[in-house]
């Protein structure tokens, strides 16, 4: 494939990455979708509506999110690194962000597109629960009413995130469906959405789903690398070399790399769940899938031969989806972006390793990311430049965790 | 003519019955849907089975769970479909169901397959007219009827582009919703069919929701065919194996009611 001129001008005005994406959905969801693009693109016209965006970000979120230089990290790492190599390692903080996670960027862009669109009703899925209680959040701080949608495997393993949006004042529906984890909770979310077309917005939590959402949940994310670019320019006066980020369905890293993607000498990485190996159960759609159609849209999904969906697997509830947002799906056929995996395991060595050096307990997906960090570090030179996502806090974690280390709370 | 087109050509409105392949195993579907022609089903709508039933209602959820939980593989789909045509060769067979197992080995492999299975129609849910490159053009170059759908939702502006490579016949999903929850009111589907079949000349055929004698007449009265699903499906979960005895005596009391109905009109 010939390299277009912007990686950037995606995706085209149907909704598709190259042969990805699109609006696969039932004709009863097909008017709203339309609606929606309507809704969307006159929004992102519109300065008021970037403004109103942007004061919320400052002053509710708490943006900009700092940019960390993990000084004792990249010195564990080099402990183990060749002579003369070892990258330095730097984390997009937004793990600091109101709620505790990136989710809650996309939360507000959305919200305010569904009160211009007069919607009276928000839905939303969850599979960790961030992205419930971001929504939550965002339905408690305008007054509108909130189901969440949530597979019951998930209800259990995070408990404090259920509690978090009962007091935000949510209903949280439990998925027994299926897998009973994010894809369920989805199927049931959408179910919901074809049933009450007439006053609801479906929040959804990725930068997966019909036209428009990967492209608005893109852009509603992409603050994420334009701070993080500017930051790096104004404190050390150059790009980073390697961008790191973890993925399940991709929006904290399609929120990273988005900005960059035209800045040639910027390579970046996409960290898929590898679970328990990527020759048993595990959420590594680009590494374990094949292309297929899902939830409104197409991309690499597991699946067996006859396009029935597999289940997936991570130790993080946020990674634990069979399929990935299609603009993944594109970077990764043509190349742009490359792609790897990290295990439960590894992810839970990244985690411990990065609460040790450095007093921060990241979420167990951002330690996926830092798992292929720390490979990757020792691969490069000392005056190179890592810039990580570290898109969630850990406090979620600590019981799934401790069970995992064999600890009792 | 076609077979489908026979079907609506007939004296009285379509019955068009809906069971989910495979469902309670791929060795029991036969039976059920002789039992649904035996009754007087005049079109067959058989549901390909997949993991997330995105349209569905708890009832067909269920119906996929246990087919794909008895094994039931696409080639086992062909297989019943090819065995029901040699069985009832005047019957038409329509396939329904979600796009990913239908465009996982190419749209043109399977239209191929489905059209050696003697199928004569396919309703794919996840693939409205933007997206019909998919799968549209396929079916149509082997001879298949694409179904298309339309619903509470679709406009004036946008029905011509639901009609545009449409054939066979209509769905007109009178539910905003789900398969198998709430009746739409009489009077709304009056209107949606009047308006429908302003538009075009291929059969308009009702359902969602469809589930007594009575609400199958009354839509018998205005459209041009029945679909009923739920109920069945319902009934399937309910007997399992021995689900085709249950089955015809229902089918035959949606028939005898949708004959009568034409009847009254005539009278």
Known sequence: MNAPNS?????????????????????????????????????????????????LLEHYVGR?????????????????????????????????????????????GQILLAMRMGKTRIIAETGAGQHGVATATVCARFGLPCVIYMGAKDIVRQQPNVFRMKLLGAEVRACESGSKSLKDAMNEAMRDWVANVHDTFYIIGTAAGPHPYPEL????????????????LSRIDRLPDLLVAAIGGGSNAIGLFHPFLDDADVAMLGVEAAGHGLDKQHAASLAGGAPGILHGNKTYLLQDEDGQIDEAHSISAGL??????????????????????????EALDAFQLLCRTEGIIPALEPSHAIAAVARRAREMKRDQIILANLCGRGDKDIFTVAEALGVAI | MTRLSNAFAKAHPALVAFVTAGDPTPADTAAILDALVAGGADVIELGMPFTDPMADGPA???????????????????????????????????????????????????AAAAKDAGVDGVICVDI??????????????AGIDLIRLATPTTDAARLPAVLDGASGFLYYVSVAGITGKQQAAQASIEDAVARLKAATDIPVAVGFGVRTPEQAAAIARVADGVVVGSAIVELVGAHGKDAPAPVRAYIETLSAAIRGARQEIAA
Not at chain 1, 21 to 49: C, H, N, S
Not at chain 1, 81 to 106: C, S, Y
Not at chain 2, 67 to 89: M, N, Q, Y
């Open chain 2, 60 to 110: 067909i959820q269920a119906a996929n769970i246990r087919s794909l939980g008895a094994g039931t593989r696409t080639a086992d789909i062909l297989s019943i479909a090819k065995a029901f045509r040699a069985r009832h060769p005047e019957t038409p067979l329509v396939l329904m169901g979600y796009a990913n197992p239908m465009t996982i080995r190419g749209a043109d492999w399977f």
């Open chain 1, 64 to 108: 900009p999110s700092p940019l960390y230089h993990a000084e004792r990290l990249t010195e564990a790492l080099r402990e183990n690194a060749p002579e003369g190599m070892g990258a330095q390692v730097w984390f997009k903080r937004d793990e600091l962000n109101h709620t505790g996670a990136h989710k809650i960027n996309n939360c507000i």
């Open chain 1, 320 to 345: 634990d989806y069979p399929g990935i947002g299609p603009e993944h799906s594109w970077l990764h056929s043509i190349g742009r972006v490359e792609y790897t995996s990290a295990t439960d395991t």
């Open chain 2, 128 to 141: 409205p007219p933007e997206e019909d490159a998919a799968l549209g053009p396929a079916l149509r170059s």
């Open chain 1, 217 to 232: 949940v893109r852009d509603f994310q992409s603050v994420i690398g334009r701070e993080a670019r500017a930051q790096m």
């Open chain 1, 7 to 55: 990686f950037r001008a995606q995706p085209d005005e149907t909704g598709h990455f190259g042969p990805f994406g699109g609006r696969y959905v039932a004709e009863t969801l097909m008017p709203l979708i339309l609606d929606l693009d309507k809704a969307w693109q006159a929004a992102k016209a519109d300065p008021a509506f970037q403004a109103e965006f942007e004061d």
